[in-house]
Protein backbone atom coordinates (compact mmCIF):
# COMPACT_ATOMS: atom_id res chain seq x y z
CA UNK A 1 0.00 0.00 0.00
CA UNK A 2 1.03 3.36 -0.41
CA UNK A 3 1.73 5.62 1.94
CA UNK A 4 -0.40 8.53 2.56
CA UNK A 5 -1.06 11.19 4.81
CA UNK A 6 -1.91 9.26 8.44
CA UNK A 7 -1.42 9.25 12.19
CA UNK A 8 -1.64 12.85 11.83
CA UNK A 9 -4.54 14.78 14.47
CA UNK A 10 -7.92 14.32 12.34
CA UNK A 11 -7.67 17.84 11.79
CA UNK A 12 -4.17 18.44 10.00
CA UNK A 13 -5.21 14.91 8.73
CA UNK A 14 -7.91 16.60 6.90
CA UNK A 15 -6.06 19.27 5.77
CA UNK A 16 -3.74 17.41 4.29
CA UNK A 17 -6.06 15.22 2.20
CA UNK A 18 -7.68 18.61 0.83
CA UNK A 19 -4.51 20.39 -0.53
CA UNK A 20 -3.59 16.84 -1.62
CA UNK A 21 -6.21 16.88 -3.99
CA UNK A 22 -6.50 20.06 -4.80
CA UNK A 23 -3.00 20.09 -5.49
CA UNK A 24 -3.26 16.65 -7.34
CA UNK A 25 -5.63 18.80 -9.94
CA UNK A 26 -3.88 21.15 -10.65
CA UNK A 27 -0.39 18.93 -11.58
CA UNK A 28 -3.13 16.72 -13.37
CA UNK A 29 -4.17 19.89 -15.77
CA UNK A 30 -0.29 20.48 -16.01
CA UNK A 31 0.45 17.54 -16.84
CA UNK A 32 -2.31 16.94 -19.46
CA UNK A 33 -2.24 12.94 -21.22
CA UNK A 34 -1.27 12.99 -24.81
CA UNK A 35 -1.91 11.48 -28.00
CA UNK A 36 1.88 12.62 -29.41
CA UNK A 37 4.12 9.32 -30.26
CA UNK A 38 6.19 10.78 -27.63
CA UNK A 39 2.85 10.09 -25.28
CA UNK A 40 5.14 7.34 -23.23
CA UNK A 41 7.34 10.94 -21.75
CA UNK A 42 3.77 12.62 -20.79
CA UNK A 43 2.79 9.28 -18.71
CA UNK A 44 6.19 9.10 -17.18
CA UNK A 45 5.97 12.56 -16.07
CA UNK A 46 2.39 12.24 -14.76
CA UNK A 47 3.40 8.22 -12.88
CA UNK A 48 6.65 9.97 -11.45
CA UNK A 49 4.46 12.74 -9.73
CA UNK A 50 0.91 11.16 -9.27
CA UNK A 51 1.86 8.38 -7.53
CA UNK A 52 0.64 8.99 -3.78
CA UNK A 53 3.24 10.67 -1.62
CA UNK A 54 2.36 12.75 1.20
CA UNK A 55 2.47 16.45 -0.82
CA UNK A 56 4.22 17.74 2.63
CA UNK A 57 6.25 20.84 0.32
CA UNK A 58 3.33 21.53 -1.15
CA UNK A 59 1.40 21.51 1.99
CA UNK A 60 4.07 23.57 3.59
CA UNK A 61 3.91 26.27 0.70
CA UNK A 62 0.33 26.45 0.89
CA UNK A 63 0.32 26.62 4.87
CA UNK A 64 2.73 29.11 4.64
CA UNK A 65 0.79 31.42 1.65
CA UNK A 66 -2.33 31.07 3.97
CA UNK A 67 -0.19 33.11 6.52
CA UNK A 68 -0.31 36.08 4.66
CA UNK A 69 -4.04 35.71 3.65
CA UNK A 70 -2.89 34.76 -0.70
CA UNK A 71 -5.35 33.23 -2.16
CA UNK A 72 -5.08 29.14 -2.14
CA UNK A 73 -6.04 29.15 -6.09
CA UNK A 74 -2.51 31.25 -6.89
CA UNK A 75 -0.60 29.64 -4.16
CA UNK A 76 -1.64 25.89 -6.21
CA UNK A 77 0.69 26.27 -8.90
CA UNK A 78 3.67 27.03 -7.24
CA UNK A 79 2.70 23.95 -4.69
CA UNK A 80 2.47 22.22 -8.15
CA UNK A 81 6.02 23.49 -9.03
CA UNK A 82 7.89 22.42 -5.95
CA UNK A 83 6.26 18.98 -6.23
CA UNK A 84 7.39 18.35 -9.57
CA UNK A 85 11.12 19.04 -8.30
CA UNK A 86 10.34 16.49 -5.52
CA UNK A 87 9.04 14.32 -7.74
CA UNK A 88 12.13 14.46 -10.65
CA UNK A 89 14.18 14.23 -7.42
CA UNK A 90 12.53 10.88 -6.71
CA UNK A 91 13.01 9.79 -10.00
CA UNK A 92 16.37 9.79 -10.45
CA UNK A 93 18.07 9.21 -7.57
CA UNK A 94 15.67 5.93 -8.32
CA UNK A 95 17.94 5.01 -11.21
CA UNK A 96 20.17 1.60 -10.93
CA UNK A 97 23.25 4.46 -11.41
CA UNK A 98 22.01 5.91 -8.46
CA UNK A 99 19.86 4.52 -5.33
CA UNK A 100 19.15 1.31 -7.28
CA UNK A 101 15.46 1.80 -5.48
CA UNK A 102 12.83 -1.03 -7.43
CA UNK A 103 10.20 0.58 -5.33
CA UNK A 104 8.74 4.19 -4.48
CA UNK A 105 5.44 4.70 -2.81
CA UNK A 106 4.59 1.17 -2.57
CA UNK A 107 4.29 0.64 -6.56
CA UNK A 108 7.68 0.33 -8.97
CA UNK A 109 9.67 3.22 -9.24
CA UNK A 110 9.33 5.13 -12.32
CA UNK A 111 12.45 3.35 -14.71
CA UNK A 112 10.68 -0.04 -13.33
CA UNK A 113 7.33 0.46 -14.78
CA UNK A 114 9.02 2.33 -17.41
CA UNK A 115 12.71 1.84 -18.43
CA UNK A 116 15.59 3.82 -17.42
CA UNK A 117 15.82 6.27 -20.74
CA UNK A 118 12.13 7.58 -20.42
CA UNK A 119 13.15 7.79 -15.99
CA UNK A 120 15.80 10.09 -16.89
CA UNK A 121 13.90 12.36 -19.69
CA UNK A 122 10.88 12.68 -17.18
CA UNK A 123 12.71 13.93 -14.68
CA UNK A 124 14.25 16.36 -17.36
CA UNK A 125 11.15 17.76 -18.00
CA UNK A 126 9.82 17.43 -14.76
CA UNK A 127 12.18 19.73 -13.23
CA UNK A 128 12.08 21.75 -15.86
CA UNK A 129 8.25 22.47 -15.83
CA UNK A 130 8.68 23.33 -12.61
CA UNK A 131 10.54 26.29 -14.30
CA UNK A 132 7.89 26.82 -16.70
CA UNK A 133 5.29 27.13 -14.22
CA UNK A 134 6.78 29.68 -12.06
CA UNK A 135 7.78 31.63 -14.57
CA UNK A 136 4.75 31.34 -16.59
CA UNK A 137 2.73 34.60 -17.42
CA UNK A 138 -0.46 32.35 -17.15
CA UNK A 139 -0.07 32.80 -13.26
CA UNK A 140 -0.82 36.41 -13.76
CA UNK A 141 1.50 37.26 -10.64
CA UNK A 142 4.24 40.06 -10.84
CA UNK A 143 7.18 39.35 -13.14
CA UNK A 144 9.14 40.65 -9.81
CA UNK A 145 7.44 37.52 -7.49
CA UNK A 146 7.61 35.08 -10.82
CA UNK A 147 11.61 35.34 -11.21
CA UNK A 148 12.30 35.35 -7.23
CA UNK A 149 10.17 32.45 -7.18
CA UNK A 150 12.31 30.96 -10.02
CA UNK A 151 15.74 32.21 -8.32
CA UNK A 152 15.10 30.60 -5.24
CA UNK A 153 13.66 27.29 -6.63
CA UNK A 154 17.35 27.16 -8.82
CA UNK A 155 19.17 27.61 -5.85
CA UNK A 156 17.31 25.21 -4.04
CA UNK A 157 17.32 22.58 -6.70
CA UNK A 158 21.13 22.87 -8.12
CA UNK A 159 24.49 22.07 -7.13
CA UNK A 160 24.42 23.85 -3.83
CA UNK A 161 21.14 22.08 -3.06
CA UNK A 162 18.97 18.69 -3.72
CA UNK A 163 21.87 17.94 -6.77
CA UNK A 164 24.74 18.48 -4.30
CA UNK A 165 22.95 16.65 -1.36
CA UNK A 166 22.32 13.66 -3.63
CA UNK A 167 26.39 13.90 -4.73
CA UNK A 168 27.31 14.02 -0.79
CA UNK A 169 24.91 11.09 -0.17
CA UNK A 170 26.50 9.35 -3.32
CA UNK A 171 29.87 9.89 -2.32
CA UNK A 172 28.64 8.56 1.16
CA UNK A 173 28.25 5.13 0.34
CA UNK A 174 32.17 5.38 0.01
CA UNK A 175 33.33 7.36 2.99
CA UNK A 176 31.98 8.05 6.42
CA UNK A 177 30.76 11.50 7.25
CA UNK A 178 30.82 13.19 10.66
CA UNK A 179 27.96 14.11 11.99
CA UNK A 180 28.49 17.74 10.84
CA UNK A 181 28.63 16.87 6.84
CA UNK A 182 25.88 14.00 7.55
CA UNK A 183 23.49 17.38 8.66
CA UNK A 184 24.89 19.24 5.91
CA UNK A 185 24.34 16.82 3.10
CA UNK A 186 20.41 16.71 4.66
CA UNK A 187 20.20 20.24 4.75
CA UNK A 188 21.21 20.32 0.79
CA UNK A 189 19.21 17.26 -0.16
CA UNK A 190 15.63 17.63 2.13
CA UNK A 191 16.15 21.32 4.02
CA UNK A 192 16.89 23.85 0.91
CA UNK A 193 13.32 22.14 -1.04
CA UNK A 194 11.60 22.35 2.01
CA UNK A 195 12.60 25.85 2.83
CA UNK A 196 11.92 27.01 -0.56
CA UNK A 197 8.00 26.05 -0.25
CA UNK A 198 8.09 27.56 3.44
CA UNK A 199 9.57 30.88 1.42
CA UNK A 200 7.87 30.90 -1.74
CA UNK A 201 4.62 31.32 0.36
CA UNK A 202 5.95 33.87 2.32
CA UNK A 203 7.02 35.61 -1.13
CA UNK A 204 3.69 35.40 -2.63
CA UNK A 205 2.36 37.01 0.21
CA UNK A 206 5.22 39.78 0.07
CA UNK A 207 5.84 38.78 3.84
CA UNK A 208 8.42 41.10 5.80
CA UNK A 209 12.29 39.22 6.08
CA UNK A 210 12.09 38.53 9.29
CA UNK A 211 8.82 36.45 9.21
CA UNK A 212 10.17 34.98 5.95
CA UNK A 213 13.62 34.12 7.72
CA UNK A 214 11.25 32.64 10.67
CA UNK A 215 9.77 30.08 8.15
CA UNK A 216 13.04 29.17 6.30
CA UNK A 217 14.26 28.42 9.74
CA UNK A 218 11.75 26.36 10.72
CA UNK A 219 11.98 24.77 7.28
CA UNK A 220 15.38 23.75 7.78
CA UNK A 221 14.85 21.99 11.33
CA UNK A 222 11.95 20.30 10.28
CA UNK A 223 13.83 18.99 7.23
CA UNK A 224 16.43 18.04 9.42
CA UNK A 225 14.19 16.52 12.15
CA UNK A 226 12.26 14.59 9.01
CA UNK A 227 15.91 13.11 7.52
CA UNK A 228 16.59 12.04 11.80
CA UNK A 229 13.32 9.69 11.43
CA UNK A 230 14.04 8.65 8.09
CA UNK A 231 16.53 6.91 9.17
CA UNK A 232 15.02 5.65 12.05
CA UNK A 233 12.25 4.19 9.87
CA UNK A 234 14.88 2.50 7.85
CA UNK A 235 15.95 0.24 10.39
CA UNK A 236 12.83 -0.15 12.32
CA UNK A 237 9.75 0.04 9.26
CA UNK A 238 8.87 -2.43 6.81
CA UNK A 239 9.02 -1.99 3.12
CA UNK A 240 5.36 -2.82 3.82
CA UNK A 241 4.67 0.18 5.74
CA UNK A 242 7.11 2.14 3.90
CA UNK A 243 6.19 1.83 0.27
CA UNK A 244 9.55 1.85 -0.26
CA UNK A 245 12.51 -0.52 0.46
CA UNK A 246 14.31 -0.46 3.98
CA UNK A 247 17.53 -0.91 5.11
CA UNK A 248 19.41 0.42 2.52
CA UNK A 249 21.52 2.48 4.17
CA UNK A 250 22.96 0.09 6.30
CA UNK A 251 23.77 -1.91 3.28
CA UNK A 252 24.77 0.56 1.23
CA UNK A 253 26.92 1.36 3.91
CA UNK A 254 25.90 5.01 3.98
CA UNK A 255 26.65 6.97 7.35
CA UNK A 256 23.27 8.36 8.63
CA UNK A 257 22.09 10.21 11.93
CA UNK A 258 21.29 6.59 13.37
CA UNK A 259 24.66 4.85 12.29
CA UNK A 260 26.51 7.70 13.89
CA UNK A 261 24.39 8.38 16.98
CA UNK A 262 22.51 5.19 17.90
CA UNK A 263 18.92 5.08 17.28
CA UNK A 264 17.74 6.72 20.97
CA UNK A 265 20.23 9.87 20.50
CA UNK A 266 18.49 10.23 17.34
CA UNK A 267 15.30 9.94 18.41
CA UNK A 268 16.04 12.63 20.85
CA UNK A 269 17.73 14.35 18.16
CA UNK A 270 14.39 14.62 16.12
CA UNK A 271 12.31 15.54 19.23
CA UNK A 272 14.56 18.51 19.71
CA UNK A 273 14.88 19.65 16.25
CA UNK A 274 10.87 19.38 16.03
CA UNK A 275 10.83 21.85 19.11
CA UNK A 276 13.18 24.37 17.73
CA UNK A 277 11.26 24.59 14.53
CA UNK A 278 8.32 25.57 16.26
CA UNK A 279 9.92 27.86 18.43
CA UNK A 280 10.63 29.84 14.73
CA UNK A 281 6.65 30.01 14.49
CA UNK A 282 6.39 31.75 17.80
CA UNK A 283 7.02 35.01 15.16
CA UNK A 284 3.33 34.37 14.73
CA UNK A 285 0.64 35.26 17.00
CA UNK A 286 -2.62 34.23 17.41
CA UNK A 287 -2.45 30.57 16.87
CA UNK A 288 -2.21 31.55 12.92
CA UNK A 289 1.16 29.21 12.45
CA UNK A 290 -0.68 26.22 14.87
CA UNK A 291 -1.22 24.08 11.87
CA UNK A 292 2.21 24.57 10.69
CA UNK A 293 3.10 23.62 14.28
CA UNK A 294 1.46 20.66 13.95
CA UNK A 295 2.89 19.42 10.59
CA UNK A 296 6.35 19.21 12.79
CA UNK A 297 4.07 16.86 15.32
CA UNK A 298 3.50 14.81 12.52
CA UNK A 299 6.88 14.45 11.21
CA UNK A 300 7.99 13.14 14.28
CA UNK A 301 5.14 10.74 14.81
CA UNK A 302 4.73 9.34 11.73
CA UNK A 303 5.04 6.20 11.01
CA UNK A 304 6.04 5.94 6.79
CA UNK B 1 40.86 16.07 -32.08
CA UNK B 2 37.85 18.10 -30.31
CA UNK B 3 36.19 19.80 -33.26
CA UNK B 4 36.46 23.60 -33.24
CA UNK B 5 35.00 26.15 -35.26
CA UNK B 6 37.08 25.58 -39.00
CA UNK B 7 36.00 25.94 -42.02
CA UNK B 8 34.26 28.76 -41.83
CA UNK B 9 35.41 32.11 -43.66
CA UNK B 10 38.23 34.09 -41.97
CA UNK B 11 35.80 36.90 -40.80
CA UNK B 12 33.60 34.70 -39.03
CA UNK B 13 35.85 31.97 -37.86
CA UNK B 14 37.73 35.22 -36.00
CA UNK B 15 34.11 36.24 -34.68
CA UNK B 16 33.09 32.96 -33.58
CA UNK B 17 36.25 31.87 -31.57
CA UNK B 18 36.55 35.68 -29.86
CA UNK B 19 32.55 34.85 -28.87
CA UNK B 20 33.71 31.74 -27.78
CA UNK B 21 37.04 32.70 -25.30
CA UNK B 22 34.36 35.38 -23.92
CA UNK B 23 31.72 32.91 -23.01
CA UNK B 24 33.80 30.54 -21.98
CA UNK B 25 35.50 32.88 -19.62
CA UNK B 26 31.75 33.57 -18.38
CA UNK B 27 30.93 29.99 -17.89
CA UNK B 28 34.30 28.89 -15.66
CA UNK B 29 33.12 32.03 -13.75
CA UNK B 30 29.83 30.76 -12.93
CA UNK B 31 31.60 27.22 -12.44
CA UNK B 32 33.92 28.15 -9.93
CA UNK B 33 36.62 24.60 -8.98
CA UNK B 34 35.03 23.67 -5.40
CA UNK B 35 37.25 22.04 -2.29
CA UNK B 36 33.75 20.99 -0.94
CA UNK B 37 33.70 17.39 -0.64
CA UNK B 38 31.15 17.29 -3.64
CA UNK B 39 33.99 19.14 -5.82
CA UNK B 40 33.39 15.81 -8.56
CA UNK B 41 29.86 17.51 -8.98
CA UNK B 42 31.34 20.75 -9.87
CA UNK B 43 34.35 19.26 -12.02
CA UNK B 44 31.76 16.68 -13.82
CA UNK B 45 29.70 19.95 -14.72
CA UNK B 46 33.15 21.88 -16.22
CA UNK B 47 33.63 18.84 -17.96
CA UNK B 48 30.72 18.49 -19.76
CA UNK B 49 30.39 22.76 -20.62
CA UNK B 50 34.36 23.64 -21.45
CA UNK B 51 35.50 20.51 -23.55
CA UNK B 52 35.34 22.43 -26.33
CA UNK B 53 32.56 22.78 -29.07
CA UNK B 54 31.57 25.00 -31.35
CA UNK B 55 29.59 27.35 -28.65
CA UNK B 56 26.77 27.91 -31.73
CA UNK B 57 23.79 28.61 -29.24
CA UNK B 58 25.96 31.24 -27.22
CA UNK B 59 27.18 32.97 -30.92
CA UNK B 60 23.85 32.70 -32.40
CA UNK B 61 22.68 34.79 -29.41
CA UNK B 62 25.12 37.28 -28.96
CA UNK B 63 24.62 38.06 -32.80
CA UNK B 64 21.59 38.16 -32.22
CA UNK B 65 21.90 40.73 -29.13
CA UNK B 66 24.53 42.70 -31.07
CA UNK B 67 21.34 43.38 -33.39
CA UNK B 68 19.44 45.67 -31.03
CA UNK B 69 22.66 47.04 -29.78
CA UNK B 70 22.60 44.54 -26.76
CA UNK B 71 26.10 45.70 -24.47
CA UNK B 72 27.76 42.18 -25.01
CA UNK B 73 28.75 41.79 -21.21
CA UNK B 74 24.70 41.65 -20.71
CA UNK B 75 24.18 38.72 -23.12
CA UNK B 76 27.19 36.64 -22.12
CA UNK B 77 25.42 35.27 -18.85
CA UNK B 78 22.59 34.42 -21.40
CA UNK B 79 24.88 32.95 -23.49
CA UNK B 80 26.20 30.90 -21.06
CA UNK B 81 23.16 29.80 -20.12
CA UNK B 82 22.05 28.38 -23.47
CA UNK B 83 25.02 26.41 -23.43
CA UNK B 84 24.57 24.95 -20.04
CA UNK B 85 21.32 23.56 -21.30
CA UNK B 86 23.22 22.40 -24.54
CA UNK B 87 25.82 20.74 -22.34
CA UNK B 88 23.19 19.30 -19.83
CA UNK B 89 21.56 17.55 -23.02
CA UNK B 90 24.39 16.30 -24.53
CA UNK B 91 25.68 14.71 -20.85
CA UNK B 92 22.39 13.07 -20.53
CA UNK B 93 21.81 12.02 -24.35
CA UNK B 94 25.26 10.32 -23.86
CA UNK B 95 24.32 7.85 -21.53
CA UNK B 96 24.39 4.25 -21.70
CA UNK B 97 20.56 4.21 -21.08
CA UNK B 98 20.00 6.97 -24.09
CA UNK B 99 22.38 6.91 -26.99
CA UNK B 100 25.65 5.36 -24.90
CA UNK B 101 28.01 7.38 -26.64
CA UNK B 102 31.92 6.98 -25.57
CA UNK B 103 32.80 9.65 -27.12
CA UNK B 104 31.78 13.52 -27.46
CA UNK B 105 34.34 15.95 -28.94
CA UNK B 106 36.97 13.73 -29.16
CA UNK B 107 37.44 13.14 -25.75
CA UNK B 108 35.29 10.38 -22.91
CA UNK B 109 32.11 11.41 -22.68
CA UNK B 110 30.88 12.74 -19.09
CA UNK B 111 30.05 9.43 -18.19
CA UNK B 112 32.90 7.71 -19.22
CA UNK B 113 35.65 10.16 -17.48
CA UNK B 114 33.68 10.37 -14.12
CA UNK B 115 30.61 7.35 -13.39
CA UNK B 116 26.72 7.07 -14.76
CA UNK B 117 25.74 8.96 -10.97
CA UNK B 118 28.10 11.53 -11.63
CA UNK B 119 26.86 12.26 -15.38
CA UNK B 120 23.05 12.29 -14.21
CA UNK B 121 23.68 14.60 -11.58
CA UNK B 122 26.08 16.92 -13.70
CA UNK B 123 23.12 17.20 -16.46
CA UNK B 124 20.49 18.16 -13.83
CA UNK B 125 22.82 20.71 -11.80
CA UNK B 126 23.82 22.75 -15.59
CA UNK B 127 20.29 22.43 -16.23
CA UNK B 128 19.25 24.24 -13.21
CA UNK B 129 22.07 26.55 -12.98
CA UNK B 130 20.94 27.80 -16.46
CA UNK B 131 17.50 29.41 -14.50
CA UNK B 132 19.57 30.24 -11.58
CA UNK B 133 22.15 32.28 -14.09
CA UNK B 134 19.04 33.63 -16.31
CA UNK B 135 16.38 34.89 -13.31
CA UNK B 136 19.70 36.07 -11.38
CA UNK B 137 19.40 39.86 -10.37
CA UNK B 138 22.71 39.89 -10.46
CA UNK B 139 21.98 40.32 -14.35
CA UNK B 140 20.81 43.70 -13.44
CA UNK B 141 18.38 43.17 -15.98
CA UNK B 142 14.78 44.45 -15.77
CA UNK B 143 12.98 41.43 -13.81
CA UNK B 144 10.46 41.03 -16.88
CA UNK B 145 13.31 40.39 -19.35
CA UNK B 146 14.50 37.90 -16.51
CA UNK B 147 11.22 35.75 -15.99
CA UNK B 148 10.72 36.01 -20.01
CA UNK B 149 14.16 34.19 -20.80
CA UNK B 150 13.47 31.73 -18.28
CA UNK B 151 9.73 31.37 -19.19
CA UNK B 152 11.22 30.77 -23.42
CA UNK B 153 14.13 28.27 -22.58
CA UNK B 154 11.93 26.29 -19.72
CA UNK B 155 9.49 25.88 -22.94
CA UNK B 156 12.40 24.95 -24.93
CA UNK B 157 14.06 22.41 -22.98
CA UNK B 158 10.65 20.95 -21.66
CA UNK B 159 8.35 17.74 -22.68
CA UNK B 160 7.33 20.07 -25.82
CA UNK B 161 11.33 21.14 -26.50
CA UNK B 162 14.68 19.05 -26.12
CA UNK B 163 13.11 16.51 -23.50
CA UNK B 164 10.33 15.45 -26.21
CA UNK B 165 12.55 15.70 -28.84
CA UNK B 166 15.19 13.40 -27.40
CA UNK B 167 12.27 11.07 -26.23
CA UNK B 168 11.17 10.89 -29.89
CA UNK B 169 14.34 9.89 -30.84
CA UNK B 170 14.30 7.12 -28.37
CA UNK B 171 11.56 6.17 -29.81
CA UNK B 172 12.65 5.65 -33.47
CA UNK B 173 15.15 3.38 -32.56
CA UNK B 174 12.22 0.51 -32.52
CA UNK B 175 9.84 2.62 -35.01
CA UNK B 176 10.23 3.90 -38.23
CA UNK B 177 9.18 7.85 -38.99
CA UNK B 178 8.29 9.71 -42.25
CA UNK B 179 10.10 12.70 -43.03
CA UNK B 180 7.18 14.65 -41.32
CA UNK B 181 7.90 12.83 -37.66
CA UNK B 182 11.83 13.22 -38.47
CA UNK B 183 11.18 17.16 -38.85
CA UNK B 184 9.07 17.38 -35.95
CA UNK B 185 11.81 15.72 -33.59
CA UNK B 186 14.25 17.85 -35.18
CA UNK B 187 12.50 21.11 -34.93
CA UNK B 188 12.04 19.98 -30.69
CA UNK B 189 15.21 18.33 -30.42
CA UNK B 190 17.96 21.06 -32.22
CA UNK B 191 15.23 23.67 -33.31
CA UNK B 192 13.85 25.11 -29.87
CA UNK B 193 16.61 25.69 -27.82
CA UNK B 194 18.59 27.49 -31.57
CA UNK B 195 15.66 29.39 -31.84
CA UNK B 196 15.90 30.43 -28.32
CA UNK B 197 19.43 31.45 -28.45
CA UNK B 198 18.28 34.43 -31.47
CA UNK B 199 14.82 35.38 -29.08
CA UNK B 200 16.61 36.06 -26.47
CA UNK B 201 19.28 38.34 -27.87
CA UNK B 202 15.99 39.97 -29.66
CA UNK B 203 14.35 39.94 -25.55
CA UNK B 204 17.73 41.87 -24.28
CA UNK B 205 17.44 43.92 -27.14
CA UNK B 206 13.72 44.53 -26.57
CA UNK B 207 13.34 43.89 -30.65
CA UNK B 208 10.03 44.33 -32.46
CA UNK B 209 7.69 41.40 -32.98
CA UNK B 210 8.71 40.72 -36.48
CA UNK B 211 12.13 40.90 -35.61
CA UNK B 212 11.56 38.50 -32.94
CA UNK B 213 9.60 36.35 -35.56
CA UNK B 214 12.03 36.22 -37.94
CA UNK B 215 15.06 35.38 -35.50
CA UNK B 216 13.02 32.77 -34.81
CA UNK B 217 12.21 31.23 -38.35
CA UNK B 218 15.87 32.01 -39.20
CA UNK B 219 16.80 29.31 -36.23
CA UNK B 220 14.18 26.78 -36.94
CA UNK B 221 15.28 26.86 -40.46
CA UNK B 222 19.17 26.66 -39.60
CA UNK B 223 18.81 24.31 -36.89
CA UNK B 224 16.80 21.74 -39.48
CA UNK B 225 19.74 22.56 -41.84
CA UNK B 226 21.74 21.55 -39.14
CA UNK B 227 20.80 18.19 -38.23
CA UNK B 228 20.48 17.10 -42.03
CA UNK B 229 24.05 17.86 -42.44
CA UNK B 230 24.51 16.06 -39.29
CA UNK B 231 22.83 12.76 -40.70
CA UNK B 232 25.41 13.26 -43.51
CA UNK B 233 28.36 13.76 -41.85
CA UNK B 234 27.29 10.65 -39.41
CA UNK B 235 27.10 8.84 -42.77
CA UNK B 236 30.19 10.62 -44.35
CA UNK B 237 32.45 11.24 -42.14
CA UNK B 238 34.92 9.81 -39.25
CA UNK B 239 35.27 9.53 -36.28
CA UNK B 240 38.44 11.93 -35.75
CA UNK B 241 37.17 14.52 -37.54
CA UNK B 242 33.83 14.43 -35.57
CA UNK B 243 35.17 13.92 -32.36
CA UNK B 244 32.44 11.63 -31.71
CA UNK B 245 31.24 7.91 -32.72
CA UNK B 246 30.02 8.24 -36.43
CA UNK B 247 27.40 5.91 -38.18
CA UNK B 248 25.86 5.41 -35.05
CA UNK B 249 22.05 6.20 -36.57
CA UNK B 250 22.23 3.20 -38.93
CA UNK B 251 23.69 1.04 -35.97
CA UNK B 252 20.58 2.27 -34.35
CA UNK B 253 18.46 1.66 -36.71
CA UNK B 254 17.59 5.64 -36.48
CA UNK B 255 15.12 6.80 -39.31
CA UNK B 256 17.51 9.90 -40.28
CA UNK B 257 16.64 12.68 -43.26
CA UNK B 258 19.21 10.23 -44.71
CA UNK B 259 17.97 7.21 -44.17
CA UNK B 260 14.81 8.10 -45.36
CA UNK B 261 15.60 10.43 -48.35
CA UNK B 262 18.78 9.82 -49.70
CA UNK B 263 22.43 11.33 -49.23
CA UNK B 264 21.66 13.99 -52.44
CA UNK B 265 18.33 14.72 -51.34
CA UNK B 266 19.43 15.33 -48.04
CA UNK B 267 22.04 17.52 -49.42
CA UNK B 268 19.86 19.60 -51.34
CA UNK B 269 17.21 19.83 -48.72
CA UNK B 270 19.75 21.56 -46.30
CA UNK B 271 21.29 24.27 -48.94
CA UNK B 272 17.33 24.87 -49.35
CA UNK B 273 16.72 25.42 -45.45
CA UNK B 274 19.76 27.64 -45.40
CA UNK B 275 18.48 30.10 -47.79
CA UNK B 276 15.29 30.26 -46.52
CA UNK B 277 16.85 30.84 -43.12
CA UNK B 278 18.71 33.86 -44.54
CA UNK B 279 15.74 35.14 -46.02
CA UNK B 280 14.19 35.46 -43.42
CA UNK B 281 16.48 38.30 -42.05
CA UNK B 282 16.22 40.22 -44.78
CA UNK B 283 13.89 42.40 -42.44
CA UNK B 284 17.64 43.71 -41.11
CA UNK B 285 18.84 46.39 -43.73
CA UNK B 286 22.20 47.68 -44.46
CA UNK B 287 23.96 43.96 -43.92
CA UNK B 288 23.28 44.05 -40.22
CA UNK B 289 22.50 40.13 -39.87
CA UNK B 290 25.23 39.31 -42.68
CA UNK B 291 27.49 37.46 -39.75
CA UNK B 292 24.53 35.23 -39.07
CA UNK B 293 24.01 34.62 -42.64
CA UNK B 294 27.33 33.48 -43.05
CA UNK B 295 26.96 31.23 -39.94
CA UNK B 296 24.25 29.75 -42.07
CA UNK B 297 26.43 28.98 -44.94
CA UNK B 298 29.10 27.73 -42.30
CA UNK B 299 26.36 25.04 -40.84
CA UNK B 300 26.26 24.03 -44.73
CA UNK B 301 29.86 23.27 -45.54
CA UNK B 302 31.27 22.05 -42.15
CA UNK B 303 32.89 19.15 -41.65
CA UNK B 304 32.67 18.37 -38.23
Known amino acids: MAPSPRDA ?34 EAMRYGTLNGGKRLRPFMLMQSAKLFGVD ?35 KPSTHKAYDEATAILAGDALLTLAFEVLSDVETHEDPRVRVELVNLLAKASGPHGLCGGQMLDLIGEKQEFDLGTISRLQRMK ?16 KASEPMRKALC ?7 LAFQVTDDILDVESSPEAMGKDTGKDAQAGKSTFVSTMGKDQARARAQ ?25 DYVLQRRA
Open 9 to 42: APGLQEQMNEISEAVNKTIMRLLPESDLPEAPLF
Open 217 to 223: NYAYDLG
Open 190 to 205: TGKLMAFACEAGAVLG
Open 72 to 106: MARARRAAAAVEFVHAYSLVHDDLPAMDNADLRRG
Open 272 to 296: MLVEQSKRHLHIFDNGRADTLKELA
